[in-house]
């Protein structure tokens, strides 16, 4: 149970910029926060990589991938030191690709008199120490049974990172303090013989082929590790391979079955239904047609009662017809009458009104030629009145 756990927990992570989570492909690991701080490929690439109180900006990120973006990236490089080639990136500067050693070199080298160039030099230091203390304390599988550091000068260790992935760490010894210096072979006099300087060159011929041969056994067996590493690796890619394919096999294998058990399951549901759907079929038309035959006999009683019906509202018409016409022939006579006597009555009554109205107009005409005749009369005595007063004065001024 705790070995799943803590699987999950190293297969469960969350980049802190995006939602992406889970195994991420290419992460990028703070190596001094841990798993607090993780982001995505994409999002250490875009510079989200934020820095907060407890996380600094110089902190070395670690770039950390699974089996199928490392083969895609590095088309089968090898682990340099069990990192990955180009693992970090220098946090002063931005350049890329060192590994943990040459980004320590790189900075004491060309960041030296940065502010923070010492904190990060204790950063590594920290992690030298740590990686010292894993590689002694945590056991780890390897290629041949277990070797210690003690008797083995090098080791060549194998573990498995992710599923189906294996990394390779090559770990050499550190130089033995306490190693007897051989002593200086005293100087031989000036009386040496030709047998002797022969029997030396021999002798030292001898040793370096022996220790030829050792470099080469040693090798050998180095080799013959990795090889052996690589076997191991390749039979459980195979196994892995062969397990897998099985399981998907068998897994096809049901699901053909269960494919196949669904079809004709629905094949014989599709046959009863197709059976139900014929047999509604015939009775819906066997419905029809009884419903046919019973409008057309509807029909038929329908177009009798209804030629019945126009026979009998004919007749009617017809004697409505001479009655109507006789009455409405006396109402059009008594109503032409009416109308007569009412348009004689209208003249009768104009004829009566231009009458009196051509007699008023004869009195006011007779008024009138009245009042010129008087008019005239006065005209008339006036004018003989002046005659007279004329006469008189003429008679006057005669007589004078």
Do not use: W
């Not at 204790?122 to 992690?127: C, G, L, R, T, W």
């Not at 945590?138 to 049974?145: F, G, I, R, V």
């Not at 004018?383 to 005669?398: E, L, V, Y």
Request: glycine share 4%; with cysteine; hydrophobic share 30%.
């Amino acid at each position: 149970m705790s070995s799943i756990i803590s699987s999950f927990q190293k297969l469960y992570r969350k980049c802190l910029s995006c939602p992406a989570q889970g195994d991420l492909g290419r992460r990028y690991e703070c190596s001094v926060c841990g798993q607090e701080v993780i982001y995505c490929g994409n999002c250490f690439d875009d510079g989200k990589n934020k820095p907060t109180k407890k996380h600094k900006y110089y902190h070395p990120m670690k770039a950390i991938y699974n089996r199928a973006t490392f083969d895609l990236y590095f088309c089968g490089e090898e682990l340099i030191n069990g990192e990955a080639p180009q693992s970090f990136k220098c946090a002063f500067c931005g350049e890329m690709g060192f590994g943990t050693e040459e980004l320590q070199m790189h900075v004491l080298t060309k960041h030296s008199d940065h502010p923070d160039a010492d904190d990060l030099m204790e950063i590594f230091k920290q992690m030298n120490k740590v990686k010292k203390g894993q590689d002694k304390s945590e056991p780890e599988e390897e290629t041949d049974a277990p070797a210690k550091a003690e008797n083995e000068s090098t080791e060549i260790r194998c573990q498995e990172k992710s599923r189906g992935g294996l990394s390779y760490e090559v770990i050499l010894a550190e130089p033995a303090p306490n190693v007897a210096v051989p002593k200086r072979p005293v100087t031989p006099g000036k009386n040496v013989s030709v047998e002797e300087i022969e029997q030396k060159l021999k002798a030292a011929e001898e040793r370096r082929i022996s220790l030829e041969a050792k470099k080469m056994a040693e090798i050998s067996t180095k080799l013959a590790k990795v090889e052996e590493a690589t076997r191991k690796k390749d039979e459980i890619t195979n196994e892995f391979i062969t397990q897998t394919k099985e399981q998907l096999e068998t897994k096809m294998e049901s699901v053909v079955e269960k494919r196949e058990a669904i079809i004709s399951d629905m094949k014989e549901k599709l046959k009863i239904h197709a059976q139900e759907i014929e047999k509604t079929r015939e009775t819906l038309e066997q419905q029809k047609a009884n419903e046919q035959k019973a409008i057309e006999e509807k029909l038929k009683i329908a177009q009798s009662l209804r030629d019945e019906n126009i026979k009998k509202m004919l007749d009617r018409l017809k004697e409505h017809n001479t009655i109507k016409i006789a009455e409405i022939k006396t109402q059009n006579d008594q109503l032409e009458s009416q109308k007569l006597e009412e348009k004689a009555r209208i003249i009768e009554n104009k004829l009566f009104t231009a009458e009196q109205n051509r007699e008023k107009e004869l009195q006011k005409k007779i008024e009138k030629v009245q009042k010129l005749e008087r008019r005239a009369e006065l005209v008339r005595q006036n004018k003989a009145q002046t005659q007279d007063m004329d006469g008189q004065q003429n008679a006057i001024a005669s007589s004078g």
